[in-house]
């Protein structure tokens, strides 16, 4: 079974300062996908990546997958509290049938 | 276009009693994925659907849970004889196709007392 692990699990931050959650996975796949959740909400889709070396960005947000080394990373710069939220990875085994979530970081954003 | 529509978006049941869960994909999926998140933890595939068909259960209790997804209507994700352990949110997920991305709806919260 793929196993997905996020790292850190929780993390908190000044706003205006730059953080990168990273996202390791097991197995071989090409597929990573990034999602936000706030309390009691549903996931949000932030970024699909498909490719060794594929890189995008929104706003603050920055995501990156390296294939080889089966490790995807959200790169956040400058914070503001408006990111505070739960980000989860995701990955699927190639097949389409299903996403492999890791556990989330949660990230508070201080003022 | 309406996003992924699940209903209700909360539901009390006691314990025994029987719970179901309605999923309406996007205009022009016919993927339907099913996910349960307890709380503090990341969402756990439990099911994937096409129309009339169950592609992939492999994350389903082996009893008390089905699913199904008609040719007209709603997915539903049925849970029999409810226990407390069953309390958590049960996402919904919709997508055009394989290997494609997909939609999450909002989300049904089941709480068992």
């Known amino acids: 079974e793929l196993k997905v692990e996020q790292n850190p699990l929780f993390l908190s931050m000044q706003e205006g300062k730059n953080y990168t959650i990273y996202c390791n996975y097991s197995t071989t796949s090409d597929r990573l996908y990034w999602y936000r959740q706030d309390p009691g909400k549903s996931l949000e889709s932030l970024f699909v990546?498909?490719?060794?070396?594929a890189v995008k960005q929104e706003g603050r947000l920055m995501a990156s997958l390296d294939t080889k080394a089966r490790l995807s990373t959200l790169h956040i710069t400058a914070a503001v509290h408006d990111l505070s939220a739960t980000y989860f990875c995701a990955v699927d085994m190639n097949t389409g049938n299903q996403f492999y979530f890791g556990t989330g970081t949660s990230l508070t954003v201080i003022p | 276009n309406a996003g992924v529509m699940q209903n209700p978006r909360h539901l009390v049941r006691r314990r025994g009693q029987e719970a179901r869960l309605r999923c309406s994909p996007m205009k022009g999926h016919s993927h339907v994925y099913w996910y349960r998140q307890l709380p503090e933890e990341g969402l756990k595939f439990m099911v994937y659907l096409q129309k009339e068909n169950i592609i992939d259960e492999s994350g389903m209790p082996k009893e008390r849970f089905s699913a199904e997804f008609p040719k007209e209507g709603p997915s539903i994700l049925r849970i029999q004889q409810v226990v407390r352990g069953d309390s958590a949110a049960y996402f919904c997920a919709s997508s055009p196709g394989t290997q494609l991305e997909a939609f999450f709806g909002q989300g049904t919260r089941l709480t068992v007392v």
């Open positions: 990546l498909l490719s060794n070396g």
